[in-house]
């Protein structure tokens, strides 16, 4: 099979001069010990101890309970500091290099590990873990208080906590930067505009571990696909979104890999062609 994708990336990179674009989701980091949504073991299957995702991952939850989504996410803060980038990340780094600025990372992910890894052209259309904003949204998004310490989910904010986690500007509530159930995609905060133009000039993208259970990823997907480019899906599941939309497809390649195994075989294809 990597023989035929050789012959595909011989022709994009050799004929063609647009993006040559990875789309991540949360496959990729699982390696890196950090739970999928989707999976039967995902965070959004199995909930918090009392609500449902689409109840819990809301701004009107939120408002309502400041701190038990704060306790929440500083839990997500403790897995994500524990985490280290996998050889799919550093794969993805070294392939940055090898196709400097036709070379576009769009990512689902909010743990930064493609940054740890070293990547620069990063676009986290979900936000990111590593920063907040004020939930009134009166200053722009800043990088965690580095005062307020990971935590054990079933620990409790200290006074000194949510002292912190309040905006310096306005008095009230920090946010996570990330987007929830309820909220709408935005230029501003999750590169809206910029994915659909990455899109518009994409010659080839790989989407990597993600399930198309989200509307921007699918948007970027279905533009590729309209303007008949080719995508290679880079996934070991074989029924998700993504196989349902992209079936019978004549620029369709599937990879059923995990992304450690696969993007570094694919760095190597790259590298031997632009020899």
């Known amino acids: 099979m990597m023989k035929e994708l050789k012959e595909i990336l011989n022709t994009v990179l050799r004929e063609k001069t647009g993006y040559i674009t990875f789309l991540t989701g949360a496959g990729i980091s699982a390696e890196s010990g950090l739970p999928t949504y989707r999976s039967i073991d995902g965070i959004w299957i199995k909930g918090t101890r009392y609500h449902r995702p689409e109840e819990f991952g809301t701004y009107r939850y939120f408002s309502q309970n400041q701190e038990e989504v704060w306790q929440y996410n500083l839990f997500w803060k403790k897995m994500i500091e524990e985490a280290k980038p996998n050889p799919g990340h550093l794969a993805l780094t070294e392939i940055e290099k090898l196709l400097g600025s036709r070379f576009r990372l769009i990512t689902q992910n909010v743990d930064g590990l493609h940054q740890e890894a070293g990547t620069k052209e990063v676009y986290e259309i979900h936000g990111s873990k590593h920063q907040v904003r004020c939930s009134k949204e009166c200053s722009e998004p800043l990088e965690f208080p580095e005062n307020v310490p990971a935590k054990e989910y079933t620990e409790d904010l200290m006074p000194e906590d949510i002292d912190h986690l309040k905006c310096r500007k306005c008095g009230n509530w920090l946010r996570p930067n990330t987007l929830w159930f309820d ?7 999750y590169y809206f505009n910029t994915s659909y133009g990455i899109a518009d000039h994409t010659d080839i993208l790989f989407v990597i571990g993600t399930s198309g259970s989200t509307a921007l990823p699918v948007g970027i997907v279905e533009t590729v696909k309209i303007r008949a480019q080719w995508i290679v899906l880079i996934n070991p599941e074989s029924d998700t979104y993504f196989d349902a939309i992209l079936k019978g497809s004549k620029t ?24």
Do not use: C, D, T
């Open 183 to 189: 909220e709408s995609y935005n230029e501003k905060n």
């Open 252 to 275: 369709l390649y599937s990879i059923r890999e995990s992304s450690s195994v696969a993007l570094p075989q694919l760095g190597n294809i790259i590298e031997e062609i632009l020899k």
